[in-house]
């Protein structure tokens, strides 16, 4: 599918996501998501990305149901006190913050998953006109950032292997460990990161450059599948607007 | 000194070694060779326990690596991984070589002279207060290596050290490396150089799809040929020459060298001259 | 096509030039090897023949160079980057994308193909290395030798009139770096490619260079074909390259005076040139 309409689909989902106010429907544009994922074969990123989502919302929402005074106060955070009021329309709200986090934040990642890399220079810099630095940014980022884990990793059994504990249990020590081991993985990064930019370079990329890349064209087939990707996204709306409400 | 019993080890799911068992003394010079994948990094792995074999035991020194850490394992062995960046943390050569006192427990008092000592063995003995992130590679391969060697581990396992430096310092580190084992530690290399593998090892593991294939000493190995073609290994220039030339084979010993192949050819009166 | 005259280079910190005289040319389709320790210069040159001198590593410039007639140090990297295509010794900090396929089209994309066109390249570029099939396949999940084999498929799918080559094999194992060699011998045949490489295997340099230089501390310490070079074996072991034992088993008899004639320039020349040399009671 050409790039630029699976922009609009991705559009068409956090759209579909903020014109609802109702909880099952969300879960069921996350469930379309999933599904999606899952016939394209990246349900495995899918189900990362969407439990990271998870955590993150969860964390945001720790902060957020204290501020919400309105409604029936349910429980208490400290029990037999006052403090903490926790009531069910900020249990509500939370809710649907959670969820139309993971279902708008999450099609962005799904988007890209299925999306190749020179289908992404294509639409930043052919479609949208964008210099060529936006797309490389996003496409190297892409490339380098799950590296990070296995060059942390070999980081870190270098260290051990030096006579350093790197399995200590204390947390703060954890953290003064990971922040100082942190160096020798962003130097190794920079590093890389400075041929990498020579190498492109010399492979023709020009961050200032006004020639763009030939974008690619949709077919019919493609605008096939973005109506019914917008079928599907506003039968959740109508649904809704006339059934629920 | 090492003892590996009969360990198998998967990763990911997939089985890297098979039923690997030998023994190791000290005062030995070992040379782990095999094709890329075959599971020589692997095997270090375990000898000071970031890895622990799936079953059977790796003993180093009487202690069982699967119950101990690495951290304390460190102390005996000493581990030059192939890329030195992913190592190097401190902003001169000089704490770069301390970290590992530190962390090795060595004495204090100790410390200045086995810095002094250790850069100056690999040649960095004037670049104390340089930063090691600005050096070339080949200087900061010889920082890590420096620090390995300042804790005098009784085992030394060097994963490629040679792999960026330019001859003379290539020649400089197996010198080290030799000394080392003269003092009575061990030394474990893993290199492609199969040059350097026949002129210093003096015992040879051949690793080929996570099975030991052959251990036995260079001499032995090199005369192998269906060995080196199944590992995809080629055989040192000076025993290819030294086939050619009608050099008999069982004069091939560890002490093969150019001068004993000349001295082979001006052997009789009878000169053939182009 | 390629030609230097007396081009020198001082780094802007730096008290002494990193290179000094240096002058050779070579023509299209030649393969010219260049060989010499760390502190040899020969990192600059490569960087003065793709433009990355003095653009990102400043410094004067004295001295012509050309490639055709077209002055790197002057243009830059980028414009020099149409003629000249790059490979530097770190796959890893080459490769910018998560797919093989999408690698090795990375710079046909941004030199504006036709996306038809593309797809062809890609996969002769694919099978001409070893790795036909790879498209689909993650560039992290690669080991390091095929990291080389596709930083060098990238390279043919563009079908360089200039490919220049820093020190490609010394990650490889030795049959890697054979065919790291046959690659661009390949690239030369196939499409008429001026190869200029950077490494320190004297054994496959004398096999496959027209032109071998030796550079020693910023000059050139011998320049000529792999015949001509292999007269100085002395000078060779200076420069801090390592011989390989045929040579160094050559030289040693020319110096006893066993050796007549010429130094051999290869391996195959080396063993029936040295096996005649055996008496024959001996090797009976």
């Known amino acids: 599918m050409a790039p630029l309409l699976k922009f609009f689909a991705m559009l068409g989902f956090i759209g579909a996501t903020y014109l609802t106010g109702n909880l099952l429907l969300i879960l069921a544009i996350i469930a379309i998501e999933g599904l999606l994922a899952f016939s394209c074969g990246v349900f495995r990123a899918f189900r990362i990305t969407t439990a990271a989502l998870l955590i993150g919302a969860f964390t945001l929402c720790l902060f957020q149901i204290f501020l919400i005074p309105d409604g029936k106060i349910v429980v208490y955070l400290i029990p037999f006190t006052h403090i903490g009021a926790i009531t069910d329309v900020g249990i509500e709200s939370c809710l649907l913050l959670s969820l139309r986090m993971m279902a708008s934040v999450g099609s962005i990642p799904l988007m890209l998953s299925l999306t190749s890399q020179t289908q992404v220079v294509s639409l930043i810099s052919g479609n949208f006109r964008l210099p060529g630095a936006y797309s490389i940014m996003l496409v190297t980022s892409l490339r380098f950032i799950p590296t990070f884990g296995d060059r942390m990793r070999m980081v870190l059994q270098a260290e051990a292997s030096r006579g350093y504990n790197t399995e200590s249990g204390n947390p703060i020590k954890k953290i003064g460990m990971i922040l100082r081991l942190s160096l020798p993985l962003l130097i190794s990064c920079a590093r890389d990161v400075d041929t990498l930019a020579l190498s492109i370079e010399t492979r023709g990329f020009d961050p200032a450059s006004k020639i763009h890349p030939r974008c690619i064209k949709p077919v019919f087939g493609d605008y096939i599948l973005l109506l019914l990707c917008l079928i599907l996204q506003a039968s959740v709306v109508f649904v809704d607007k006339f059934i629920f409400s | 000194m090492i003892e590996v019993a009969g360990i198998s080890t998967s990763l990911k799911k997939n089985r890297i070694l098979n039923d690997i068992s030998f023994k190791v003394q000290s005062g030995e010079f070992i040379a782990l060779v095999g094709p890329n994948g075959a599971g020589k990094t692997t095997l270090l792995k375990h000898f000071n326990g970031l890895l622990k074999p799936d079953t059977g035991t790796v003993t180093v020194c009487g202690r069982d690596t699967r119950k101990a850490k690495t951290s304390e394992l460190a102390r005996l062995v000493g581990f030059l991984f192939q890329n030195p960046d992913q190592q190097i943390l401190c902003q001169t050569v ?152 009608g050099y008999p084979s069982t004069s091939i010993a560890e002490s093969l060298t150019i001068d004993a192949l000349a001295d082979f050819i001006c052997a009789s009166d009878k000169k053939e001259s182009l | 096509m390629i030609s230097l005259d007396s081009v020198r280079f001082t780094y802007e910190d730096a008290e002494t030039p990193a290179l000094d005289g240096i002058s050779f040319t070579a023509a299209a389709g030649s393969f010219v090897c260049i060989a010499g320790s760390e502190s040899s210069g020969r990192s600059t040159l490569f960087r003065l023949l793709n433009g990355t001198a003095p653009a990102s590593f400043p410094g004067t410039v004295s001295g012509s160079i050309r490639i055709g007639d077209f002055d790197p140090s002057e243009q830059g990297h980028h414009a020099t980057g149409t003629l000249v295509t790059s490979v530097f010794d770190d796959p890893d900090s080459q490769i910018i994308s998560l797919t093989v396929e999408e690698e090795v089209s990375f710079a046909l994309v941004q030199r504006g193909y036709p996306f038809e066109e593309i797809g062809e390249r890609v996969s002769t570029a694919l099978s001409r290395v070893g790795l036909a099939g790879f498209e689909r396949r993650s560039t992290g999940s690669l080991s390091g030798g095929q990291k080389q084999r596709l930083i060098m498929a990238s390279a043919i799918a563009l079908r360089p009139k200039i490919l220049l080559a820093d020190e490609g094999t010394s990650a490889l194992d030795p049959a890697g770096a054979r065919l790291y060699f046959q690659i661009i011998e390949e690239m030369r045949v196939h499409d008429g490619t001026l190869a200029v490489v950077i490494d320190r295997d004297l054994g496959l340099i004398l096999e496959h260079a027209d032109l071998v230089i030796i550079l020693d501390h910023g000059k050139m310490l011998l320049s000529g074909t792999p015949k001509e070079v292999c007269q100085y074996p002395d000078l060779l072991a200076s420069a801090g390259l390592r011989l390989p034992a045929w040579l160094e088993l050559s030289a040693l008899l020319k110096r006893r005076g066993v050796l007549r004639g010429p130094i051999p320039s290869n391996e195959a020349e080396a063993h029936a040139v040295l096996s005649a040399l055996v008496p024959e009671q001996v090797s009976a």
């Open chain 2, 94 to 245: 000089h704490d770069e070589i301390a970290f590992g006192l530190k962390y090795c427990g060595i004495p204090h008092a100790e410390w200045e002279d086995r810095i002094k000592q250790s850069a100056s063995l690999v040649g960095l003995g004037e670049k104390l207060d340089a930063d090691p992130i600005l050096l070339t590679r080949s200087r900061r391969q010889r920082v890590a290596l420096a620090s390995v060697l300042a804790t005098e581990p009784a085992i030394l396992v060097l994963d490629e050290p040679t792999s960026a430096q330019d001859e003379s310092e290539t020649i400089r580190i197996m010198e080290v490396a030799e000394a080392y084992v003269a003092r009575g530690n061990t030394v474990f290399l893993v290199s492609h150089d199969m040059d350097l593998v026949a002129r210093y090892a003096r015992r040879i593991l051949l690793l080929v799809n996570g099975r030991i294939e052959a251990d036995c000493s260079p001499a032995d190995f090199f005369a192998r040929r269906e060995l080196l073609s199944r590992a995809n290994l080629v055989e040192p220039g000076i025993f290819a020459l030294a086939t050619a030339l």
